[in-house]
C-alpha cells in the first residue's frame, strides 16, 4: 500500500510499447475448453468476529481494501485486508498519526470459498466495536497486508496462519508486524518487535513446515535492500534477517533500484524464491546507473535462496531491451507448484505476462503473454500454481487500450493512471493447463461485474489520481476441489443480497473510495489446477547436505489409485536408491509412506544447488507401472521445522 517510488516511469514507457510486444511469446485462448463460473459477495464487517456472509443482513459488509488470500492443505481460504476507517480523526486516505485509524482484517471460508466468516483482527488490542464505524478500539497497525499458511500441521493439529502488517503509531508505515494463529486463526498472539529490521515498507510473507515463516520486505534503512526474516518458531522470533541480493549484484541494486515483490517457498525442498523488478539487468547498466539514470524498472528478477534464507543468489526472469518499459506496476511476483516448477507474473502497465523456470530459478522461459481481448489492458497480476503446469492469473483489465486510443486520455503517455470515464474495470480470471510451455493455452473470463470505472492509480501513497482499487490483490486455489477464490478491491454502489453498501457509501458516492471495500469472487465450475496424478503423487522430495555432511535423500508418496501399490522403484540420474519406506509396502489406496537415506548410489556425486533427475515407478496390485519424473535440487540443511 505505501510503496515508495523512487523512480518515475518514462514518457516513452507506453508510446514504445508496441516496438517490444514481437519480443513475447503468446498464449492461445482454449477451444473448446469447459466454462467457468464464479459466485460473487462482500466480505463482512472485520470488527465482528463470527459473522458468515453470504446470509448476515446486517453486518455483511466491509470498508477494507488491498486484500491478500492463501488456502491451506484441508482446502480452508484465509484472506487478509486493511482497514480504511471513516471517522471524523482519520483520513478517508491513508492515515498515517492516529492509533485508531489502522487494523487488519481477517476472513475464513471452510467450505470451498462459498462463505466466509469474519476472524478476530490479528492486530486488535481491545474488545470489538459495539457500532459501526469504529474509532476506538483497534490497534497502530493495519498497513500493507499480506497472509500465508503452513504447510503441516502444528502440535495442536492445525496449520498456523500468518498475518503481516505495517505499524501505524509512530508515523510512516514503516515497521512490520507479523501475527501468527494456531488455532485456526480464532486467535492471534503478535509480538510488536519480533521483526528486527526496522524502516521497511511493503512486507510479504510466505510459510512452510509446522512453525517456520519469512517475511519479506523493502528496508529504507539499508538503502532500500530487500531483506527476508525468517522465524523458526511460529513468528516468535525472528533472528535471522538477511539480504536478497548477492554479492555479485550488490552494487547494482543501489537505492531506488528496485521494487520488491512478493516471497515464496516450495514445502517439498525448503527453496525461498523472492522477486523484485531493478532498473539494471546488466553490469553496463549498473556503471551507468551508479549516479541517476533514465532507466525504468525494466528486468524482472527472482533472488532463489537454497540454505533457509541464509544466503541468497540472484537470477534474471526477463530483461525488456526497451530501458524505458517499466514492469513495477503492482508488483511481480512468483509462485511455485506442486512439481517444483517456478512461475514469475510482471507487467508493463499495459499487458500482462509470466515466465517459468524448470530449474528452480536458474534459467526462465518467457515472457508469454497472457491477457487478450476483450481485457486489452492488464495491471494488478497475481497468480496460484496448482499440480504440474496448472496455474490460475487474475489481473484488473478494460477493454480500453491505452496504446490504441491515446487522445482519449488526459494526460500523455496515455497509462492506467489516466484512463477516462469509459474504461470499465472488471476482475479477470485466466487458467492453462499447460503452463510449462512457449505457447499455453489460456482459458480467459471477468470473474466480475464492473468494479470501477476510469483511472487506476500505481504510485501507492504518492498517487495524484484515482487510488480506490490500491495497489494488488490476490487468487489462491483449493489443494481440494482445485477450484480458486479471488479476493479484490470494488467501488461501485451495488446494493445487492450478497454486496450491500457500507453506511459510508451511497449511490451518489459509487466509484469512489466511499464506497471501496474488499469483495470475494470463488470459481463453482470448470477445470481445477489441482489434479490427483494417476499411480500416486510425490509429496515431498528433499536431497539435501545432512548434519553428517552427507548428502540425504527424504521423499515422500501418497497413493491416488484405487488398488495397492505393491511396489516402488526410485531413481537420482537413472542410477537405483535403495530406500526401506515407512510404512512398509504394500501402500493401500489413499494411504502415505516416506524414505530416507543417506547411501546415494554409487556413480552419483551430488553438490550444493545441482539439479538432478528423480525416476519413481510405482507398481500397482494388477501389475501394471506408473512412472513419474520430476528434477531435484541438492540444498543445505535447513529442515525439518
Known amino acids: 500500500m505505501t510503496e515508495l517510488k523512487l523512480r518515475i516511469p518514462k514518457v516513452l514507457a507506453l508510446v514504445l510499447l508496441l516496438s517490444v510486444l514481437p519480443l513475447a511469446l503468446v498464449s492461445q485462448p482454449a477451444a473448446g475448453s469447459p466454462g467457468f463460473s464464479f459466485t460473487t459477495f462482500e466480505l463482512g464487517r472485520f470488527d465482528v468476529p463470527g459473522v ?51 487494523g487488519t482484517g481477517a476472513w475464513k471460508s471452510s467450505d470451498n470459498g462459498l462463505h466466509y466468516v469474519t476472524l478476530p483482527s490479528p492486530n486488535t488490542l481491545t474488545a470489538n466495536c459495539s457500532s459501526f464505524p469504529c474509532n476506538t478500539s483497534f490497534s497502530p497497525y493495519g498497513g500493507d497486508t499480506d497472509i500465508a499458511v503452513a504447510s503441516r500441521k502444528n502440535s495442536n493439529g492445525f496449520y498456523n496462519v500468518y498475518v503481516v502488517s505495517l505499524e501505524r503509531a509512530t508515523g510512516p508505515l514503516l515497521t512490520v508486524e507479523e501475527s501468527t494463529s494456531r488455532d485456526g486463526g480464532q486467535t492471534w498472539t503478535i509480538n510488536p518487535t ?46 535471522q534477517v538477511r539480504t536478497v541480493f548477492d554479492q555479485a549484484h550488490f552494487t547494482w541494486f543501489a537505492p531506488g533500484n528496485t521494487q520488491g ?29 551508479a549516479v541517476p539514470c533514465t532507466n525504468n524498472f525494466h528486468s524482472v528478477w527472482v533472488a532463489v535462496s537454497i540454505d533457509g534464507g541464509m544466503s541468497f543468489k540472484d537470477y534474471l526472469v526477463y530483461s525488456n531491451p ?49 491477457n487478450h481481448s476483450p481485457s486489452n489492458t492488464a495491471i494488478f497480476p497475481w497468480s496460484s500454481a496448482g499440480s504440474l503446469g496448472k496455474l490460475d492469473i487474475v489481473w484488473y483489465g478494460t477493454l480500453f487500450d491505452g496504446t490504441a486510443t491515446p487522445k482519449q486520455c488526459s494526460q500523455q503517455p496515455c497509462t492506467p493512471d489516466n484512463y477516462p470515464m469509459s474504461a470499465a474495470w472488471f476482475v479477470y480470471f485466466a487458467q492453462t493447463q499447460n503452463a510449462l510451455t512457449n505457447n499455453p493455452s489460456f482459458t480467459q473470463v471477468a470473474a466480475t461485474s464492473i ?77 481445477g489446477i489441482f489434479v490427483k496424478p494417476k499411480g500416486f503423487e510425490i509429496e515431498r522430495e528433499d536431497l539435501e547436505l545432512s548434519s553428517s555432511n552427507k548428502p540425504e535423500f527424504d521423499i515422500e508418496v501418497s497413493n491416488t489409485d484405487t488398488q495397492e501399490i505393491t511396489s516402488l522403484s526410485v531413481q537420482l540420474n537413472g542410477l537405483n536408491v535403495a530406500l526401506n519406506w515407512n510404512p512398509s509396502l504394500p501402500l493401500l489406496p489413499g494411504a502415505t509412506l516416506s524414505a530416507s537415506t543417506t547411501s546415494l548410489p554409487l556413480g552419483l556425486a551430488t553438490v550444493i544447488g545441482g539439479v538432478y533427475s528423480l525416476t519413481v515407478t510405482a507398481t500397482l496390485a494388477d501389475g501394471s507401472t506408473v512412472t513419474q519424473t520430476f528434477s531435484v535440487i541438492q540444498t543445505l540443511l535447513v529442515g525439518p521445522f
Open 194 to 239: 519480533s521483526i528486527q529490521a526496522p524502516l521497511n515498507d511493503r512486507p510479504w510473507v510466505a510459510a512452510e513446515g509446522a512453525n517456520r515463516v519469512c517475511v519479506s520486505s523493502h528496508n529504507v534503512g539499508t538503502f532500500f535492500e530487500i531483506l527476508v526474516s525468517c522465524s523458526n518458531d511460529g513468528g516468535a522470533t525472528f533472528a
Open 261 to 289: 515483490g512478493n516471497i515464496a517457498i516450495d514445502p517439498s525442498n525448503h527453496v525461498i524464491y523472492d522477486t523484485f523488478d531493478s532498473i539494471v539487468a546488466k553490469e553496463s547498466e549498473a556503471l551507468q546507473c
Open 451 to 527: 468494479i470501477h470505472f476510469g483511472g487506476v492509480c500505481e504510485a501507492g501513497v504518492t498517487c495524484s489520481g484515482n487510488r480506490d482499487l490500491f495497489d494488488d490483490f490476490g487468487v489462491a486455489a483449493s489443494p481440494i476441489t482445485g477450484f480458486a477464490s479471488i479476493v479484490y478491491d470494488n467501488d461501485q454502489y451495488l446494493n445487492t443480497a450478497s454486496d450491500p453498501p457500507s453506511p459510508t457509501c451511497t449511490q451518489d458516492k459509487t466509484n469512489s473510495g466511499a464506497c471501496t471495500r474488499t469483495d470475494i469472487a470463488t470459481q463453482t465450475s470448470g477445470p
Open 52 to 102: 458468515k456472509c453470504p446470509g448476515s443482513t446486517t453486518s455483511c459488509f466491509n470498508v477494507n481494501a488491498e486484500p491478500q488470500i492463501r488456502a491451506d492443505p484441508a482446502g480452508n481460504f484465509y484472506a487478509s485486508s486493511e482497514y480504511l476507517p471513516r471517522v471524523a480523526q482519520c483520513s478517508i486516505a491513508l492515515d498515517l498519526l492516529n492509533p485508531q485509524c489502522g
Open 322 to 370: 526497451n530501458v524505458n518499459i517499466g514492469y513495477n506496476h503492482q508488483f511481480s511476483q512468483v509462485s511455485v507448484d506442486k512439481a517444483g516448477n517456478v512461475y514469475s507474473v510482471y507487467t508493463d502497465d499495459h499487458n500482462t505476462y509470466y515466465s517459468f523456470s524448470t530449474d528452480f530459478g536458474k534459467h526462465w522461459s518467457g515472457p508469454i503473454l497472457v
